[in-house]
């Protein structure tokens, strides 16, 4: 059910109350709920396997405060979170890019960067994008609050949309984008598709900017009612939620269809 010119309901890491984030199961009972798109979070292990998962710790999939980045893909796989097993973007692309949009985000922080693991995991992703079918690559957007990211990204192919999340909390990745550096258009936003911001920072004056310059406006997360009634005043494109079926109820009731 996708809703040509209104608010595209996204899955936060795919997330559904009870079951666990970007995982196999959460993605699938939000394709069952008919949300618009699901976004999740691409990591890289030590044999260099790009995998689904948000922290850059394994904390919550191994029980340790290792790096996902100290595992190897075999060794990630004899965990698991209330049975479930952490997933390759290789089975995330052949599982719901025919299915539902999937928004990718590239997670890189300074030591990623330093090394030079941001770019090897870009380089992994752009390529097994392009490995998919043409027809469900439409479906693909890769997000990064690394502007050198998306950069690398639309380098390599302008045909994968990139959506650049803005941060105007951490002072200390300087490489990071704020609301304000658009409006003043201190950065260059010619390669981008959109732009997506926390639900607290949003306002009308950055959507309406993003739409003057053809850029679709994307906001996170959603949970709540108060939330929602002034986000729907705003004419978002798309907004992230971790209570999928929530929000598809209420959207269906919203918009009556």
Request: hydrophobic share 35%.
């Amino acid at each position: 059910m996708t809703r040509q010119n209104k608010t595209k309901i996204i899955a936060h890491r795919g997330n559904c109350e009870g079951l666990t984030e970007n995982s196999e199961t959460a993605f699938k009972q939000s394709i069952a709920y008919r949300v618009d798109g699901i976004e999740t979070d691409v990591q890289l292990t030590k044999d260099n396997v790009p995998v689904i998962f948000h922290d850059r710790i394994s904390l919550k999939l191994t029980g340790t405060k290792k790096w996902i980045s100290s595992y190897t893909f075999d060794e990630l796989l004899q965990f698991n979170i209330k049975n479930e097993k952490i997933l390759t973007l290789t089975k995330l692309l052949k599982l719901f890019s025919k299915k539902t949009s999937l928004y990718i985000e590239i997670k890189s922080g300074k030591t990623e960067r330093a090394s030079g693991r941001s770019r090897l995991l870009t380089h992994k992703v752009v390529k097994q994008v392009l490995n998919i079918d043409p027809e469900y690559q439409k479906n693909i957007s890769i997000l990064s609050f690394d502007p050198d990211v998306l950069e690398q990204v639309s380098s390599i192919s302008d045909k994968i949309k990139c959506v650049l999340n803005l941060n105007e909390y951490n002072k200390y990745d300087k490489w990071c984008i704020q609301r304000e550096d658009i409006l003043n258009k201190k950065f260059s936003y010619n390669h981008l598709a959109g732009l997506c911001i926390n639900q607290k920072e949003i306002n009308s004056t950055l959507i309406n900017f993003a739409h003057a310059h053809n850029l679709k406006v994307f906001t996170y997360s959603c949970n709540t009612e108060k939330q929602l009634k002034r986000l729907l005043t705003l004419g978002l494109d798309g907004i992230m939620t971790d209570k999928a079926e929530w929000l598809t109820k209420r959207m269906k009731n919203e918009t009556g269809s």
